[in-house]
């Protein structure tokens, strides 16, 4: 394969490549710090990771034979089958929730009372806990034996509610963790698009006799469209990465209940004396794979109806 | 002709190099990795004139901790600058072992490093360490100083592979308060998990709107507890002689007596006489400590904590660790973790250095030290001989796991399970309890499942270090 040549002919008649070669040389270089940053961080753990998922490992984690398939043929299991229902549902009670409840919030916090930003400020505040922080103030509310959550039910007549260590309310209850996690930065971006909305369209609204609901249905969502769209991706992206709450709260159970797919994997690489890399990788790559569907079918269906101004 | 200033450079630096190698006796070349007498144990003389620095990861962390760091210094102090260990905290026993796979694989391992019981089979396969009974040969140390029960753990046909540091048996943990005001005499604990079940009922409080105030049993879904409730029962873990005649090749909590163990506790719970507070042993000694559970299993290792917690609020008695049925006869198994040393990439002098802390930190001295400062039962027999009266007379419920100890009968059961995969042996022994106690499976389809589902991992294990 020949490079493209670009040959200009200067006025005097004399041909020269130097000018757009140089350009392109230029652009290169340019590109040059993003494209070794992307190719040490991200192409190479990438290859590695393939890598990796194709190997077995030795008892200290170092590749061994190669195993071709085998383990992503070992993933045609029920337990992760499991693993791949667990991840959906806790992607889908921790997105939708955070996501609509910031809309929510964000609109009651249109109508003109006094400290409105107070408010505002209180609901942004979750974005400022890093996970870990936020992870074991909510081991502490749902401590089995001295948690303020069933101590504030003891209170008002209600029975204990094994929150963490009953299979079927666990996962609701770091879904509940990780919604609150999420609300600010929620809340955040929408006020951001709220108050980017053009006044005079919505004065225009209110003219035609538009208030409450009317107005919400019809000018300020259609016009969040951008902004709940970004939610919704990157929020369904950080769901299916999710690990420090469910490493800090339950460890994968009860019963596995709350076992996600990076939870998995953290289980096969790291804990328990494991150093299965390779099983590891392998459910990585198909994590990565899930993402990239999701976020192509978000892209594919919610996109068109995005209204961008 | 002049040599120019770079070349001059060059040289001193060379020199400084030299230098502080020589200072600093780390002559590990990369040629004594791997060698055959890399897992050689050398004599005093090794040590030389220099000084030799080694490091040492351990996994202590709180007051744990400060008696690991005052171990060192007293050691370091004692060697005046001969010999100097420095003290490194890896995190917790499996992050520890997790860092010590990646050291192995960046040929960068500590000369000195702490690992819990269940690691003793990978640190044998790991073929990096020197065995801890060449040093004992080399220097007649009195190996009968090491109380025989611990010993057997760490032992492969009788030689002892690591020197055991610190050593935490299970007991009973028992609120006094809870017995006098249901009207049981707290000096008559319970010996069988059928007691416990049937005190439990009686030690169950509610109060007007039926709500339960305190439970009569609570313990963590520890994977330990079981092993132990095996162990006293008489039972091996796993096959092959709990993998001591060879290595073994599947796990057996699947047994009668495991599934019996898994049935009470999910009738306990399900009868509302015991709570459940999960896998996490913090929640559940934050339940004893708040006085909210009556009965309760746990390590010696806790005994402190409990003790300053309930202070003023209930009283902490303890009684040895209950076993299965009258019949049982064995004792639970002593483990905790040990030292090891690594062989491969160290220099004599590093291997030696190591050798004198360990033998110094198993010294009837710095034990008693540690005991009184942990709570962990000494492993020297000579160690409790050098506390003081008043601080065993403050303390008496540690006599429990002194008595338990040397009550023990040595057996292949109480020797414990040696297993390249036994921390996740013991996460799936959880999976199986958990299954059971929060009723998701009956018991004995629980166990089964978790102990099959290990062997996968058993066979790729031994595969490898074959």
Same mark, same amino acid.
């Given at each position: 394969?020949?490079?493209?040549?670009?040959?200009?002919?200067?006025?005097?008649?004399a041909?020269?490549t130097s000018?757009?070669?140089?350009?392109r040389?230029?652009?290169?270089?340019?590109?040059l710090p993003?494209v070794?940053?992307?190719?040490?961080f991200?192409?190479?753990?990438?290859g590695?990771?393939?890598y990796?998922?194709?190997?077995?490992?030795?008892i200290?984690g170092?590749?061994?034979a190669?195993?071709?398939?085998?383990?992503y043929?070992?993933?045609?299991?029920?337990s992760?089958?499991?693993?791949?229902?667990?991840?959906a549902?806790?992607t889908?009670?921790s997105?939708l929730?955070?996501v609509?409840?910031?809309l929510?919030?964000?609109l009651?916090?249109?109508?003109?009372?006094?400290g409105?930003?107070?408010?505002?400020t209180?609901?942004a505040?979750?974005?400022?806990?890093?996970v870990a922080?936020?992870?074991?103030?909510f081991a502490?509310?749902?401590?089995?034996?001295?948690?303020?959550?069933?101590?504030?039910?003891?209170?008002?007549?209600?029975?204990?509610?094994?929150?963490?260590?009953d299979?079927s309310?666990a996962l609701?209850a770091?879904?509940?963790?990780?919604?609150?996690?999420n609300l600010?930065y929620?809340?955040?971006v929408?006020?951001?698009?709220?108050?980017?909305?053009?006044?005079?369209?919505?004065?225009?609204a209110?003219l035609?006799?538009?208030?409450?609901?009317?107005?919400?249905?019809?000018?300020t969502?259609?016009?969040?469209?951008p902004?709940?769209?970004?939610l919704v991706?990157?929020?369904?992206?950080?769901?299916?990465?999710?690990?420090?709450q469910?490493?800090?709260?339950t460890?994968g159970?009860?019963?596995d209940a709350?076992?996600?797919?990076?939870?998995?994997?953290y289980e096969?690489?790291?804990?328990?004396?494991?150093?299965?890399?390779?099983?590891?990788?392998?459910?990585?790559?198909?994590l990565?794979l899930i993402?990239?569907?999701c976020?192509?079918v978000?892209f594919?269906i919610?996109?068109?109806?995005?209204?961008?101004? | 002709?002049a040599?120019s200033p770079?070349?001059?450079?060059?040289?001193?630096?060379?020199?400084?190099?030299?230098?502080?190698?020589?200072?600093?006796?780390c002559?590990?070349?990369?040629?004594?990795?791997g060698?055959?007498?890399a897992l050689?144990?050398?004599g005093a003389?090794?040590?030389g004139?220099?000084?030799t620095t080694?490091?040492?990861?351990?996994?202590?962390?709180?007051?744990?901790?400060a008696?690991?760091d005052?171990?060192?210094?007293?050691?370091?102090?004692?060697n005046g600058?001969?010999?100097?260990?420095?003290a490194?905290?890896?995190?917790?026993?499996?992050?520890?072992?997790a860092k010590?796979k990646?050291?192995v694989?960046?040929?960068n391992?500590?000369?000195?490093?702490?690992?819990?019981?269940?690691?003793?089979?990978?640190?044998?396969?790991?073929k990096q360490v020197?065995?801890?009974?060449?040093?004992?040969?080399?220097?007649?140390?009195?190996?009968?100083?090491?109380?025989?029960?611990?010993a057997?753990?760490?032992?492969?046909?009788g030689?002892?592979?690591s020197?055991?540091f610190?050593t935490s048996?299970?007991l009973?943990?028992?609120?006094?308060?809870a017995?006098t005001s249901?009207?049981?005499?707290?000096?008559?604990?319970p010996?069988?998990?059928?007691?416990?079940g049937?005190?439990?009922?009686k030690?169950?409080?509610k109060?007007a709107?039926?709500?339960?105030t305190?439970?009569g049993?609570?313990a963590?879904?520890?994977?330990?507890?079981l092993?132990?409730?095996?162990?006293t029962?008489g039972?091996?873990?796993?096959?092959?002689?709990?993998?001591?005649q060879?290595?073994?090749?599947?796990v057996q909590?699947d047994?009668?007596a495991?599934v019996?163990?898994?049935q009470?506790?999910?009738?306990?719970?399900?009868?509302?006489?015991?709570?459940?507070t999960?896998?996490?042993t913090?929640?559940?000694?934050?339940?004893?400590?708040?006085?909210?559970?009556a009965?309760?299993l746990e390590?010696t290792?806790?005994?402190?904590?409990?003790?300053?917690?309930?202070?003023?609020k209930?009283?902490?008695?303890?009684?040895?660790?209950?076993?299965?049925?009258?019949?049982?006869?064995?004792?639970?198994?002593i483990?905790?973790?040990s030292?090891?040393?690594?062989?491969v990439g160290h220099?004599?002098a590093?291997?030696?250095?190591?050798w004198?802390f360990?033998k110094?930190? +198993?010294?009837?001295t710095?034990? &008693?030290?540690?005991?009184?400062?942990t709570?962990?039962? @000494?492993?020297?027999v =000579? !160690?409790? $001989?050098?506390?003081?009266?008043a601080w065993t007379?403050?303390?008496?419920q540690f006599?429990?796991?002194?008595d338990?100890?040397? +009550?023990?009968?040595?057996?292949? &059961?109480?020797?414990?399970?040696?297993?390249g995969v036994? @921390?996740q042996?013991? =996460? !799936?022994? $959880?999976?199986g309890l958990e299954?059971?106690?929060?009723?998701a499976?009956p018991a004995?389809?629980?166990?089964?499942e978790?102990?099959?589902?290990?062997?996968?991992?058993?066979?790729?294990y031994?595969k490898?270090?074959r």
């Amino acid at each position: 394969m020949s490079p493209p040549l670009v040959v200009e002919r200067s006025p005097s008649g004399a041909t020269t490549t130097s000018g757009p070669r140089r350009e392109r040389a230029l652009s290169w270089l340019l590109l040059l710090p993003s494209v070794a940053v992307f190719a040490l961080f991200i192409f190479w753990p990438l290859g590695r990771t393939l890598y990796l998922s194709t190997h077995g490992n030795d008892i200290f984690g170092a590749p061994g034979a190669y195993v071709g398939l085998d383990h992503y043929a070992d993933m045609f299991s029920a337990s992760f089958a499991g693993i791949l229902a667990t991840t959906a549902l806790f992607t889908l009670i921790s997105v939708l929730p955070a996501v609509l409840g910031a809309l929510l919030v964000v609109l009651l916090l249109e109508s003109r009372i006094r400290g409105v930003r107070v408010l505002r400020t209180a609901f942004a505040l979750p974005f400022a806990f890093s996970v870990a922080t936020a992870s074991v103030v909510f081991a502490v509310i749902y401590n089995p034996a001295i948690g303020i959550a069933n101590g504030l039910l003891g209170a008002v007549g209600v029975d204990r509610v094994d929150w963490l260590t009953d299979p079927s309310i666990a996962l609701p209850a770091v879904g509940a963790a990780t919604v609150w996690m999420n609300l600010g930065y929620n809340v955040l971006v929408l006020s951001a698009g709220v108050a980017a909305i053009p006044q005079e369209v919505v004065e225009a609204a209110r003219l035609d006799g538009a208030t409450g609901w009317r107005l919400a249905t019809g000018i300020t969502i259609p016009l969040l469209s951008p902004q709940l769209f970004f939610l919704v991706v990157v929020s369904t992206i950080h769901a299916l990465q999710s690990f420090g709450q469910i490493h800090i709260l339950t460890k994968g159970g009860p019963d596995d209940a709350t076992s996600t797919l990076v939870y998995s994997i953290y289980e096969r690489a790291f804990a328990y004396g494991s150093s299965d890399f390779g099983a590891a990788s392998a459910q990585a790559v198909v994590l990565l794979l899930i993402m990239l569907a999701c976020t192509a079918v978000q892209f594919g269906i919610l996109e068109r109806r995005v209204h961008y101004r | 002709m002049a040599h120019s200033p770079l070349r001059r450079t060059g040289r001193a630096v060379l020199a400084l190099l030299t230098a502080t190698a020589l200072i600093s006796g780390c002559g590990s070349g990369p040629d004594d990795g791997g060698s055959s007498d890399a897992l050689d144990a050398p004599g005093a003389e090794a040590l030389g004139d220099g000084r030799t620095t080694v490091e040492f990861w351990h996994a202590m962390k709180g007051a744990n901790a400060a008696a690991v760091d005052k171990l060192v210094a007293d050691f370091n102090a004692a060697n005046g600058g001969k010999v100097e260990v420095k003290a490194v905290y890896q995190g917790n026993y499996d992050e520890t072992i997790a860092k010590y796979k990646a050291s192995v694989q960046q040929k960068n391992t500590p000369a000195l490093i702490q690992v819990y019981d269940i690691g003793t089979r990978f640190m044998v396969d790991s073929k990096q360490v020197v065995p801890m009974h060449r040093f004992v040969e080399k220097d007649g140390f009195p190996l009968a100083d090491i109380e025989p029960n611990i010993a057997s753990y760490y032992s492969i046909d009788g030689k002892l592979w690591s020197m055991p540091f610190n050593t935490s048996t299970p007991l009973l943990y028992l609120n006094k308060e809870a017995f006098t005001s249901a009207g049981l005499d707290p000096t008559k604990p319970p010996k069988t998990l059928t007691e416990i079940g049937e005190l439990a009922k009686k030690l169950t409080v509610k109060d007007a709107s039926g709500k339960t105030t305190r439970y009569g049993f609570g313990a963590a879904i520890y994977g330990w507890l079981l092993e132990q409730l095996l162990a006293t029962d008489g039972k091996e873990y796993c096959d092959n002689g709990n993998g001591r005649q060879q290595l073994a090749s599947k796990v057996q909590f699947d047994q009668p007596a495991a599934v019996q163990v898994a049935q009470w506790w999910a009738d306990l719970v399900k009868n509302g006489y015991a709570t459940n507070t999960g896998r996490k042993t913090d929640d559940a000694q934050a339940a004893f400590k708040a006085g909210t559970v009556a009965m309760h299993l746990e390590s010696t290792s806790v005994l402190r904590g409990y003790v300053d917690a309930a202070a003023g609020k209930f009283t902490v008695l303890t009684a040895p660790y209950p076993k299965i049925s009258d019949a049982s006869t064995g004792g639970p198994i002593i483990g905790g973790a040990s030292l090891w040393i690594n062989g491969v990439g160290h220099s004599a002098a590093e291997k030696r250095a190591a050798w004198e802390f360990v033998k110094f930190a +198993a010294g009837a001295t710095p034990q &008693a030290q540690w005991h009184t400062g942990t709570g962990y039962v @000494p492993i020297n027999v =000579k !160690a409790m $001989e050098q506390i003081d009266k008043a601080w065993t007379e403050k303390y008496p419920q540690f006599r429990t796991a002194v008595d338990q100890l040397h +009550a023990l009968p040595p057996s292949v &059961a109480s020797a414990g399970c040696l297993l390249g995969v036994m @921390p996740q042996a013991r =996460k !799936a022994s $959880e999976d199986g309890l958990e299954a059971a106690i929060v009723g998701a499976k009956p018991a004995d389809q629980a166990m089964k499942e978790a102990a099959t589902g290990v062997t996968a991992a058993i066979d790729s294990y031994n595969k490898s270090v074959r």
